[in-house]
């Protein structure tokens, strides 16, 4: 039986690899921290990401979906659920942000 991954083991494996590629990668933690993502990554030129980390099968809750900085601004909340997420979500962030393409978002 494969054993199930933790939500631990997949902030850990994010914090890695936003190291390896020298962005910084915060995990938002408190009393008052209901409907508040799970980390915050900002990459060099000072892009941001949101990001709410679950179990596979486990989805937001009511509150995460409707938090304050998803509902009052706009603001999007990547939910990651497997080192696969994390590998798609940087793959893609680095992608829209490297300056050599000319993207930006």
Same mark, same amino acid.
């Given at each position: 039986?494969? $054993?199930?991954? &933790?939500?631990g083991?997949?902030e850990?494996?994010l914090?890695?690899?936003? &190291?390896?590629?020298g962005?910084?990668?915060?995990? @938002?933690?408190?009393? $008052?921290? $209901?409907?508040i993502? +799970?980390?915050? /990554?900002?990459?060099?030129?000072? !892009?941001?990401?949101?990001?709410?980390?679950?179990t596979?099968?486990?989805?937001? &809750?009511?509150?995460?979906r409707?938090?304050?900085l998803?509902?009052?601004h706009g603001?999007?909340?990547f939910?990651?659920?497997?080192?696969?997420n994390?590998d /798609?979500?940087?793959? &893609? @962030?680095?992608?829209? !942000? +490297?300056?050599?393409?000319?993207l930006?978002?």
């Amino acid at each position: 039986m494969k $054993k199930k991954i &933790t939500i631990g083991e997949i902030e850990n494996y994010l914090k890695k690899k936003c &190291t390896e590629k020298g962005w910084a990668c915060q995990k @938002f933690s408190g009393p $008052k921290k $209901k409907g508040i993502p +799970d980390c915050v /990554i900002t990459a060099p030129g000072g !892009t941001v990401l949101y990001v709410e980390v679950k179990t596979p099968g486990k989805k937001p &809750t009511p509150l995460q979906r409707n938090d304050s900085l998803n509902a009052s601004h706009g603001i999007q909340v990547f939910v990651l659920s497997s080192r696969e997420n994390v590998d /798609i979500l940087l793959n &893609t @962030f680095q992608a829209a !942000t +490297d300056v050599d393409n000319g993207l930006k978002m």
